[in-house]
């Protein structure tokens, strides 16, 4: 079984930045993401990166402001967030799939972490 922690998550004002680490245990993922939850709202996936090749995806809404990297050898990835707006706020979390995925479906992926929380000040 996958263990995912993550850290990184805090308090800025808009236009600041922070990043996001996810610790995980195990190599053998296909393909891993971070998630957001905002207040009131559903899961939304917004960045994946995939193991064998390290292609990423972001969604529109953080396309060009957050990055999405890893370093297999410390078994870390991260999520590069600047420019925060205020509709950045929102718990992260880190997700892994062993199998392909579809997208941003969020039960394609099986294992997931307990989150850390990021608000963004106007």
């Known amino acids: 079984q996958v263990e995912l922690v993550e850290s990184g998550g805090g308090s800025v004002q808009a236009g600041g930045s922070l990043r996001l680490s996810c610790k995980y245990s195990?190599?053998?993922?296909?393909?891993m993401a971070w998630f957001r939850q905002a207040p009131g709202k559903g899961s939304k996936g917004v960045a994946r990166?995939?193991?064998?090749?390290?292609?990423?995806y972001l969604d529109d809404s953080v396309e060009g402001r957050f990055t999405i990297t890893q370093d297999k050898a410390e078994r870390m990835m991260y999520l590069q967030m600047n420019n925060l707006t205020p509709e950045d706020t929102a718990m992260y979390f880190c997700?892994?799939?062993?199998?392909?995925?579809?997208?941003?479906?969020?039960?394609?992926?099986?294992?997931w972490g307990q989150g850390t929380v990021v608000i963004v000040s106007s």
């Open positions: 997700a892994a799939a062993r199998n392909a995925v579809r997208g941003w479906r969020a039960d394609d992926f099986e294992e």
């Open positions: 195990d190599l053998h993922y296909y393909v």
């Open positions: 990166i995939y193991d064998l090749d390290g292609r990423n």
